[in-house]
């Protein structure tokens, strides 16, 4: 009987005395678990919109780099080919502002990044884009690259 | 009020500035749409459910109202709603006021 009672004690200050520290591991892992999990979301998130944003330059520096000013069949042809990327550029401003969206309102709400993608959008679709005789337009990638720079130096400051 | 709706109204993939980039340009959409429309009073202009907006288009129809010499910005302010349900097209409501702010007018114009 003295033994049984000795073991319950010893069973009782476990109870008090260690389980709690177990509990705080487990939970305190599973946090830390959670966290890297969430992070680790995140940051396949930031490498998407980074690879968007580089094909997104990548067609853009393509686009104005197509003269449209000549006549001939060649010409035409680059005419139709700067349809198509006029087409995939306004697409892919859309979709990058649609999952910037939802990015920062799942991981950071405190940033907006409409103002950036105005200037994404404005870098690329001003000017003489989708007019059909344009001339090419060199200059125009740097200012492509320093607005997308501008949004992927926003999500870098959120990587661990 | 009178309500513009874009997508529904004029095109749902409108683009380029003049006639000679196709026919739903935005000269074609300020000069048939938005002057009319404006010089009778406020304008509201719904901008969803487009499959998108360059710039070129939104800047020569809503900047080309001011650059035109048809109405000043703080008249546009004053008469011209630009409306979105869908938070994707909140960047071209941005782009919009945007053009219009920076809008000068043409010598001439």
Redesign the interface.
């Known amino acids: 009987m003295e033994y049984a009672l000795a073991i319950l004690e010893a069973l009782g200050k476990y109870v008090i005395y260690v389980s709690p520290s177990v509990v705080g591991v487990l939970v305190g892992g599973f946090l830390v678990q959670k966290y890297w999990a969430m992070k680790s979301t995140e940051s396949s998130l930031i490498d998407y919109l980074t690879k968007e944003l580089n094909d997104l330059a990548d067609e853009t520096l393509e686009y104005w780099s197509l003269d449209c000013s000549g006549t001939g069949k060649a010409s035409d042809e680059i005419r139709q080919d700067a349809r198509k990327l ?1 087409q995939k550029i ?2 892919a ?2 979709s990058i ?2 999952t910037l ?1 939802q990015y920062g309102g799942r991981y950071c709400k405190k940033v907006d990044f ?2 950036l ?2 200037e994404i ?2 870098a ?10 344009r001339p090419a337009d060199r200059t125009r990638f740097l200012t492509v690259v320093n607005a997308t720079q501008r949004v992927k130096a926003e999500l870098f400051k959120r990587r661990v | 009020m009178r309500t513009i709706k874009i997508a529904r109204d004029y095109s749902d993939t409108p683009l380029g500035r003049y006639p000679s980039d196709g026919e739903y340009n935005g000269s074609r959409f300020r000069d048939e749409f938005m002057r009319p429309a404006l010089e009778q009073g406020p304008v509201a202009v719904d901008i969803d459910d487009a499959e998108g907006y360059g710039s070129s288009f939104l800047e020569e129809a809503f900047g080309g109202l001011v650059r035109g010499g048809f109405f000043t910005a703080e008249e546009l302010k004053k008469r011209l709603t630009i409306e979105y349900k869908d938070e994707d097209f909140k960047l071209y409501h941005d782009l919009i006021w945007r053009y219009i702010t920076e809008a000068k007018k043409e010598k001439g114009a």
Do not use: A, L, R, W
């Open positions: 006029e306004k697409g401003i859309k502002n649609s969206d409409t103002p993608m105005v959008s404005d690329c679709t001003s000017g003489q884009f989708e007019e059909v005789n």
